[in-house]
């Protein structure tokens, strides 16, 4: 929804701009409430009724949808649900889509229910039944190998995907604040896992690295790789640089007792590795902007969450640079349409329509606007109005350097998280 | 055993060493002490809010540090009637809790909370662990609502003399400082006195947590990685007593602290653990005095970060979730996150400007870098090693056994407080026994390890009959407990009465005076208790001020509490 005072886009349920704090409210709002007002009271009662069916308890394998999907309102018109799991990186665009889907004609007679999950939350959630969810959106397809295996386990085969689509491009980047990127650059020859990792066992930290010994040790994150797409990406991406190739991980290079070790090692002393990762993208770019170099000297981040806030972070602590990977990964936001035994057609139908406007190019240049590459390529990175140029000063790049790798199998992945999971034993 | 004695019922109840090492802050952070009511804003305190069929009543709950905040933006919100999207008015209403006093009473469902929002997000972890067996997590999805890093304040022309702002001040220097005689004489700042410091309990309190870790981290000459190994290090223990020595008392209140610098100014203590926004905030109330200014310890420190959710429990139905949404929508909105940064706190969302800049004792890109939060073993250990070496006290209880005691219960239920004070002292602290009516009695001082049980069986055989002698008993407990005073104890009285004064020898005016001369060099501090409807409040508060104490109102049920407050300052 947009500001009429300041024209900031907000989520479409805010009641106030985000920027300026002026109310908002929905165009026509003051002379459609008597409609509605009469509406709701009819509505109402058959809202609630859906609302208590659909209580959010996952039923495990359960094969037979258990609740309406669909839900008469007092004209008689069918209002078709789908839920979307999605990852919160996507969160404000994807509410502005919402808003903005609503407002079109397709949108007749769909109501879109957007539930924020981790990538593999979600994934977990479809595997073990839960019938609200008709999409899956996460940050990447890395997980879904895994997925699709869990899957088949669970459900006795079957393909739960019925189509898929890339909505945006993302690759990993490191942000770093300036004050602390300058003295690192010239200590470490590049900014890559491995001089991360040397940067975070200095045994005297800053004191060592640049003779500032009030910067205490190098601070590091990456979120929880159990719990986000992120933090699993930079597993794979740390196994990468250090087996210095981009294809084909195996559990082999994976097991090597000296990755392990190094693993460990790197693991260990990240912030947070004591009490708990962040479990979520945005909330550790957050917590950056907020807590300064206190807490975090540099964080693996989508390039997304990094363009969203660079601008708020200059103004409490100052500049961040953005430096992307020797290897990198492209995060492609892929939507899948479910084909589970709890959607519908009518369902599957609404969800395929969503999608089409995702990738229109109006949702494709908004998508731009919070910091995502479009998968429509009507939509140019290389404009002037283009946050790739905008903050080229910071080193936001349009063409993305380095090399992207390729994702691993199913059991690369579960070798990987099982050895991070060792690494966090006996803290 | 030492321990077990002054555990209370939290400890006994919470098995997990986790749940130990973090409960030990559970039990009510900055709670206020005066009056031991909550507020509502508004709402009239104590009110249950009238609620009608097309309301939505959500009750937020939050850590009492950001109260003045809260209170000042949530009237606003309620009188602007924001509603649900089919039209039912959201009223919000709002109680200050203790941020482990709060997760105890939700997860109980003593306290229906909607909306939750402790100090930090150490409760939200300790919470959703502890309600991992009780149908999932309190909170899924928290948002910060402010933030504020834990300092050291300190008045500016003592930091300078350290080198301030040039030179990084740490943990360490404020060891050294504490077992250095004269550190102010030295420095050329003799009408300072001794170097006086302050924290909050670290069982009670977040920030006293905090200063005992950093202190702990400064002893171990690390920042990261404190392990049981370092604990057990004699030298830790050594640097440990030597600071801790330094201290003029504990307390459960953060906002004590912050409180009691601003009043009193630097006679009262040198340099005190409190949040940054209470620097900042003390220039509001300064009119032109010696300035306070925060220092960002060289060797880190922690956030408070103030997460806030939706609590995750049967009680919160669909609207008042989308009614708690909406409301934490507004608390992190612009006007209000500029209304929290004009109180000191750095928004959660926008740009970080004045106040929090030199001009207010404080520097907007501070702290340079933070502690890592030990394991939780760690920080139980930490604990233990604390009680042997904080600083004992050398108290005496003045305790009313006038007539008027043997009136509604009020001499039971006030040895049942006295005893529960005598429970959680500590082994090496000592204490004196002051019965009075008409006359003065004045025990012995006495070790309460030793001495525990014999101590508590006077309070028993303690019965009440005569006048209220009380000026003379409280003078006669100073000139004891001064007599005792070696330094290295903190010296406190605690008065108990249920009347006003009606003996002869010592006069109100006679008892401040004495009392203004001793506050002048240290003195003894006294916390009085104003116990039932005939007590004479306003003499009890003006003794507990000049002796730079705490006064309490008190009632039959709860006095023990009371006593229990007390007991945290030492």
């Known amino acids: ?427 | 055993m030492a321990v077990g004695r002054r555990s209370n019922g939290v400890f006994r109840i919470i098995n997990a060493i986790f749940a130990i090492a973090l409960g030990c802050i559970a039990l009510a952070c900055d709670r206020k002490s005066e009056n031991q009511t909550d507020s509502s804003s508004g709402q009239s305190s104590g009110m249950p809010p009238a609620v009608t069929a097309n309301q939505v009543e959500v009750l937020f709950v939050y850590g009492s540090e950001k109260q003045d905040w809260i209170d000042a933006v949530t009237p606003a919100f309620n009188s602007e009637r924001h509603t649900l999207a089919d039209g039912r008015l959201i009223h919000i209403t709002t109680k200050p809790m203790g941020s482990g006093e709060s997760k105890d009473d939700i997860l109980a469902g003593r306290v229906q909370a909607d909306v939750w929002s402790p100090a930090s997000g150490l409760f939200v972890t300790l919470a959703n662990a502890e309600s991992q067996s009780k149908g999932g997590p309190l909170l899924k999805q928290t948002q910060n609502l402010v933030l504020s890093p834990v300092v050291i304040a300190m008045w500016k022309p003592m930091a300078e003399a350290l080198g301030w702002p040039a030179k990084p001040i740490g943990w360490a220097d404020i060891g050294a400082l504490a077992a250095e005689k004269d550190a102010w004489a030295n420095r050329g700042l003799s009408q300072f006195g001794p170097f006086k410091f302050g924290h909050t309990h670290p069982e009670y309190s977040n920030s006293g947590l905090i200063a005992l870790l950093a202190e702990t981290y400064a002893a171990a000459g690390k920042s990261r990685g404190l392990s049981l190994e370092d604990l057990q290090q004699p030298q830790v223990a050594a640097t440990l007593h030597k600071i801790e020595h330094g201290v003029v008392h504990y307390g459960r209140s953060t906002g004590f602290f912050g409180k009691r610098l601003a009043d009193f100014g630097p006679g009262y203590l040198s340099a005190a653990v409190v949040y940054e926004n209470m620097v900042i905030s003390s220039y509001a109330n300064s009119a032109g005095g010696t300035p306070l200014v925060a220092i960002y310890p060289k060797e880190g420190t922690i956030w408070s970060d103030h997460p806030a959710g939706i609590v995750e429990r049967p009680w919160v139905s669909e609207e008042k979730r989308a009614a708690g949404k909406i409301y934490l929508d507004y608390l992190r909105a612009p006007p209000q996150q500029r209304r929290a940064l004009e109180m000191g706190f750095r928004p959660a969302e926008g740009d970080v400007g004045s106040p929090i800049d030199s001009a207010h004792g404080a520097d907007p890109k501070q702290p340079s870098t933070i502690l890592d939060t030990p394991s939780a073993d760690v920080i139980a250990a930490a604990i233990q090693l604390w009680r042997r070496e904080k600083k004992p006290s050398n108290v005496a209880l003045v305790f009313d056994t006038s007539g008027s005691m043997n009136e509604q219960g009020k001499m039971r239920a006030a040895q049942e407080g006295a005893k529960a004070l005598i429970q959680m002292m500590d082994p090496q602290d000592r204490l004196t026994l002051v019965p009075f009516s008409t006359e003065v009695r004045m025990g012995k001082p006495m070790e309460v390890g030793a001495n525990r049980t014999q101590l508590l069986s006077a309070i028993d055989r303690l019965h009440a009959d005569g006048g209220t002698n009380l000026y003379q008993a409280i003078a006669a407990a100073d000139g004891a407990v001064m007599a005792a005073a070696d330094g290295e104890h903190i010296d406190a009285i605690v008065v108990l009465t249920d009347g006003e004064d009606n003996g002869k020898s010592v006069t109100l005016d006679a008892l401040l005076q004495r009392l203004s001369r001793e506050t002048e060099t240290g003195g003894v501090r006294i916390f009085t208790i104003g116990y039932g409807q005939s007590a004479q409040l306003d003499a009890l508060r003006k003794i507990a001020r000049q002796a730079r104490g705490e006064f309490y109102t008190g009632e039959t049920k709860n006095i023990i509490d009371v006593f229990r407050d007390v007991a945290t300052f030492f």
């Not at chain 1, 097991?255 to 993208?281: C, H, M, Y």
């Not at chain 1, 992307?324 to 609404?350: C, G, I, M």
């Open chain 1, 1 to 427: 929804m947009k500001c009429p005072k300041c024209t900031e886009e907000n989520a479409v349920e805010s009641q106030f701009c985000r920027r300026c704090g002026a109310a908002l409210q929905p165009p026509g709002a003051k002379a459609r409430n008597a409609v509605l007002l009469v509406i709701a009271l009819v509505v109402g009662v058959l809202a609630a009724a859906f609302v208590m069916a659909h209580s959010r308890s996952p039923s495990a394998g359960s094969a037979t949808p258990a609740e309406p999907q669909s839900v008469k309102t007092a004209d008689t018109r069918t209002v078709t649900h789908i839920g979307v799991a999605y990852g919160t990186e996507k969160r404000d665009w994807f509410t502005w889509a919402v808003d903005a889907f609503n407002r079109t004609p397709e949108a007749q007679d769909v109501q879109i229910d957007l539930m924020p999950m981790g990538s593999l939350e979600a994934a977990q959630a479809i595997v073990h039944g839960d019938q609200h969810i008709q999409v899956w959106s996460p940050a990447s397809a890395l997980y879904k190998n895994v997925f699709l295996r869990d899957w088949a386990a669970a459900h006795a085969g079957g393909n739960p995907i019925e189509s898929e689509q890339q909505l945006a491009l993302t690759p990993m980047v490191f942000v770093m604040w300036q004050q602390r990127y300058e003295p690192f650059a010239k200590k470490y020859p590049e900014v890559s896992f491995r001089t991360i990792s040397s940067a975070m066992n200095e045994p005297g930290g800053w004191n060592t690295i640049a003779n500032q010994p009030e910067w205490g040790f190098f601070k590091f994150s990456h979120t929880h790789p159990n719990q986000s797409n992120s933090g699993l990406v930079s597993l794979v991406l740390m196994a990468y640089d250090y087996q210095g190739t981009h294809r084909a991980l195996s559990a082999g290079q994976i097991t090597d007792p000296e990755f392990q070790k190094w693993l460990v090692g790197t693991e260990r002393n990240q912030v947070g590795a004591a009490s708990g990762l962040i479990d979520s993208t945005g909330t550790l770019m957050n917590a950056m902007v907020q807590r300064g170099w206190s807490t975090y000297d540099c964080v693996m981040v989508y390039e997304s969450n990094a363009v969203e806030r660079l601008r708020e972070a200059n103004g409490r602590w100052g500049e961040l640079r953005v430096i992307y990977p020797r290897y990198n990964f492209w995060n492609d936001h892929p939507f899948y349409v479910l084909n589970v035994p709890w959607s519908t057609p009518a369902q599957r139908r609404a969800a395929g329509a969503f999608a089409k406007f995702l990738l229109s190019e109006q949702a494709q240049r908004q998508a731009m606007a919070h910091g995502f590459r479009p998968a429509n390529v009507n939509v140019a990175t290389n404009a002037a109005d283009s946050p790739f140029v905008q903050y080229a000063n910071v080193g936001v790049q349009v063409t993305v350097p380095g090399v992207f790798c390729e994702p691993p199998d199913a059991n690369a992945i579960e070798t990987l998280l099982l050895g991070w999971q060792r690494s966090q034993a006996g803290k």
